[in-house]
């Protein structure tokens, strides 16, 4: 079992910046990826950013650099950093962790945080 605890969500301004925060405990150990996801009213959920427990990363093609993930395996978090937000990035945001044991795999998800940037 994985628990994820997110926090960091809120109102910005367009142009701002915003960083999202996710803890993780319970089977850490057995933490693939973690990463982030956003669903926005009437949209599917979609990819934001992910990072690979070997360093590989993976953004949303709407991110264009304006966004960075980081993750501290020594702490179990994942943050991400939003730079340069814009209205349509207003959403909820999902932090996510893989669960890998053996051949059983799965996903686990955070309660999900807003980011809503508005004027």
């Known amino acids: 079992q994985v628990q994820l605890v997110e926090s960091g969500g809120g109102l910005v301004q367009p142009g701002g910046s915003l960083t999202l925060s996710c803890a993780a405990s319970g089977s850490i150990f057995s933490i693939g990826a973690m990463g982030w996801y956003r669903q926005a009213p009437g949209k599917q959920r979609e990819l934001v950013a992910r990072?690979?427990?070997?360093?590989?990363?993976n953004y949303g093609d709407f991110v264009k650099g304006r966004f960075t993930i980081f993750r501290n395996n020594t702490k179990s978090t994942v943050d991400l950093q939003m730079n340069t937000l814009k209205p349509e990035d207003t959403a909820v945001y999902y932090c996510?962790?893989?669960?890998?044991?053996?051949?059983?795999?799965?996903?686990?998800w955070g309660q999900g945080t807003q980011v809503t940037v508005s004027s």
């Open positions: 990072l690979a427990s070997g360093g590989n990363t």
């Open positions: 996510n962790a893989e669960y890998v044991s053996g051949t059983y795999r799965r996903n686990y």
